[in-house]
T-cell receptor, first 115, second 116 residues
Framework: KNQVEQSPQSLIILEGKNCTLQ??????????LRWYKQDTGRGPVSLTI?????NTKSNGRYTATLDADTKQSSLHITASQLSDSASYIC??????????????FGKGTRLSVIA | ETGVTQTPRHLVMGMTNKKSLKCEQH?????MYWYKQSAKKPLELMFV???????ENNSVPSRFSPECPNSSHLFLHLHTLQPEDSALYLC???????????????FGSGTQLSVL
């Protein structure tokens, strides 16, 4: 069964500190992996998209890594800011029979950055 | 802003009411989606429309009825809902409906629905 597991469920860090969020998946055949940021009361916004051949991608202070062999990804946030407080959702795309790519969503990690 | 606008932002309705959620995208995309987001659960895909044609109905109960009059507008008509239908309903759009490998999904801010 295609699944995406994220850890931890929630995390509290001090402003200015770094943190790493984890994502493990069993989706097959793998197409790509995405990280989304979802602020409270808003829809998810794309941070990064990585295909099989990419093992790292950055977007400002966000750096995502992908190990397609172990089916793991991480999202590293550097020098956290209060505005980083949000849910971070890992989403894995699989190749569909018709060529579509059904998305498999994780439950997300709730990050709180405090002053 | 993501270019996808949803109204209303909040909705409270009784189980016998009929209401509609509206979504509009200004991105020139050809595919639109409805997702349901319940507390502590992953996003659940409900419906997909490609070029105004419904291409996916993810076993959604008939009390949810989608309508896509054109590629820019998507509605979700609600009637005789249950309390367990309370959730955040998210609309999204994409260029080709997932046919491109790295195609991004753009979400609206959602409608927070409470069924009493």
């Amino acid at each position: 069964k295609n699944q995406v597991e994220q850890s931890p469920q929630s995390l509290i860090i001090l402003e200015g500190k770094n943190c790493t969020l984890q994502c493990n998946y069993t989706v097959s055949p793998f197409s790509n992996l995405r990280w989304y940021k979802q602020d409270t009361g808003r829809g998810p916004v794309s941070l990064t998209i990585m295909t099989f051949s990419e093992n790292t991608k950055s977007n400002g202070r966000y750096t995502a890594t992908l190990d397609a062999d172990t089916k793991q990804s991480s999202l590293h946030i550097t020098a956290s800011q209060l505005s980083d407080s949000a849910s971070y959702i890992c989403v894995v795309s699989a190749w569909g029979i018709s060529g579509n790519t059904p998305l498999v969503f994780g439950k997300g990690t709730r990050l709180s950055v405090i002053a | 802003e993501t270019g996808v606008t949803q109204t209303p932002r909040h909705l409270v309705m009784g189980m016998t009411n009929k209401k509609s959620l509206k979504c509009e995208q200004h991105l020139g995309h050809n595919a639109m989606y409805w997702y349901k987001q319940s507390a502590k659960k992953p996003l659940e895909l409900m419906f997909v429309y490609n070029f105004k044609e419904q291409t996916e109905n993810n076993s959604v109960p008939s009390r949810f009825s989608p309508e896509c009059p054109n590629s820019s507008h998507l509605f979700l008509h609600l009637h005789t809902l249950q309390p367990e239908d309370s959730a955040l309903y998210l609309c999204a759009s994409s260029q080709t409906g997932g046919k491109a490998t790295n195609e991004k999904l753009f979400f609206g801010s959602g409608t927070q629905l409470s069924v009493l």
